[in-house]
């Protein structure tokens, strides 16, 4: 079985969303993807960083809990002080004197390419290069909305009745995958962060991608650990 990052020998499996990203308990039919481990790996401090970002723009109690004395993050600062350093470092006054955090959007859009990469993956089984998932964004909602439109009103149907969205975990992590008829009609994953951000990212046509990824359905242990233990 091959890498679907890189298309090299696939040891282990890579979990769709990251499980960092999710809460315990974790759902029981968590999906996955064959990568190698260099692949699987290559993504850890980012996803930790993405993490982190939402426990800090955040205000749901599971993300305020990540930050506080002994939380994930918290621990994640105490075993890096660099790694808090670059947070302190990402926070300014603005011109109306209310601070805000500036956030290293690459390594985001990087997380949120991943794991719009892995939903392709998992819905169409279909192995396109991770290039080809294009304009990946974030955007926060929970105090300031800066959903664009377009891509807000595309979760909706005719008078205003929501798409059915699909629950990895409710509250945690939902996705949709639609059709933006105000964009060409372009085929876009929408993610749900933790109720906190949107990530969107453009997707191919599925047709144009081969081949086919051949892969078993598996169901995660719960004795299976966290990124951060």
Known sequence: MKCVYCGGEATTKDHVPA??????PYPLNLRTVPSCI????????????????????????????????????????????????????????GPEGRPYFRPEHERIERVIQKTAFGLF???????????????????????????????????????????????VQRGVFSYIVVRDSMAGNQLTCIMDFHQTLWGIAELPEPS??????????????????????
């Open 121 to 167: 993956v998992v819905r169409y089984k279909r192995n396109p290069s991770l290039s080809d998932i294009r304009n990946t964004a974030a955007y926060p909602y929970n105090i300031d909305d800066s959903r664009p439109a377009t891509r807000f009103l595309a979760t909706y149907r005719n008078r205003f009745q929501t798409k059915r969205w699909t629950d």
């Open 19 to 24: 499980r960092c990203l999710l809460e315990r």
């Open 38 to 93: 260099r692949c699987n790996n290559g993504y850890a401090l980012d996803e930790e960083y993405f993490l982190a970002t939402l426990a800090q723009i955040g205000t749901n109690s599971s993300l305020e809990r990540k930050i506080e004395q002994g939380g994930v993050v918290d621990r994640a600062f105490e075993r890096s002080p660099a790694f808090e350093e670059r947070f302190i470092r990402s926070m300014e006054v």
């Open 208 to 229: 144009s991608i081969g081949p086919r990824v051949h892969r078993r359905r598996e169901v995660d242990s719960p004795t299976q650990q966290s990124l951060f233990d």
